[in-house]
């Protein structure tokens, strides 16, 4: 099963608004990972935020982290045309080692 | 770096034919990873090696897929026989963190997919 699960499933915006998705989880981790899928590539890694950590930034995104509530969100700011892909957290939880990455969130960003 | 290399980008084969897909991880990687993405089951992770030895395939869905990392630069996936349910894009992946359990894992690089067609 799933670890991550995102939501929303999809998001449709204008260019120049901020995107927001969210990820939640089951079990504890030692950290969470955002990945990005342009359609038809392969996911490429965006940001990882460990588990003793509550925000981090990397450009336009910022992640944050609630182990208490066992979920993730990030915040794309000012989003692009060339933002339009979707968009995955993965966990890598405690006492595993493996890295499950949720459904996605598939964003559309409208010039 | 080239980064991580998958061959074929697409392959069209008919039911009962072996797949064979292959990947070369990023030199000095130590851990790679097979995964496969359907619009259904989303990203699956099917097997993983470290240091060249498979440490849980607990996700390969059936004897008829098997995966082989011969040395540190090239890993195979073969399917035999092949059925249409197979179909799916197929994705390796690579670190250079081990994956091993209380091990704290960090960034895959993927390559770009192969996209298998069963007909």
């Known amino acids: 099963s799933q670890q991550g699960e995102e939501d929303p499933q999809a998001l449709s915006i204008q260019e120049g608004e901020n995107a927001t998705m969210n990820c939640s989880y089951k079990t504890s981790i030692n950290n969470l990972q955002w990945y990005r899928q342009n359609s038809g590539r392969g996911l490429v890694h965006l940001i990882l935020i460990r588990s003793n950590e509550r925000e981090k930034h990397s450009g336009r995104l910022r992640v944050t982290l609630d182990t208490s509530k066992k979920s993730s969100s990030l915040l794309i700011t000012a989003s692009r045309a060339a933002d339009t892909a979707s968009y995955f957290c993965?966990?890598?939880?405690?006492?595993?080692?493996?890295?499950?990455f949720g459904a996605g969130t598939r964003l559309f960003v409208k010039a | 770096d080239a980064g991580v290399i998958q061959s074929p980008r697409h392959e069209v084969t008919e039911m009962g034919q072996e797949v064979t897909l292959r990947c070369k991880p990023i030199s000095g990687h130590n851990s790679l990873f097979w995964y496969r993405q359907t619009m259904m089951r989303g990203l699956e992770l099917l097997i993983y090696f470290n240091n060249n030895v498979p440490i849980d395939d607990s996700g390969m869905p059936e004897d008829r897929f098997s995966a082989k990392m011969p040395n540190a630069s090239f890993s195979t996936l073969k399917i035999q026989p092949s059925e249409p349910r197979d179909s799916a894009v197929y994705f390796c992946?690579?670190?250079?963190?081990?994956?091993?359990?209380?091990?704290?894992?960090?960034?895959?690089?993927f390559g770009e997919g192969s996209r298998l067609t069963v007909l």
């Open positions: 992946a690579s670190s250079s963190e081990p994956h091993l359990a209380g091990a704290v894992t960090g960034e895959l690089f």
């Open positions: 993965a966990t890598d939880h405690t006492g595993g080692f493996k890295t499950i």
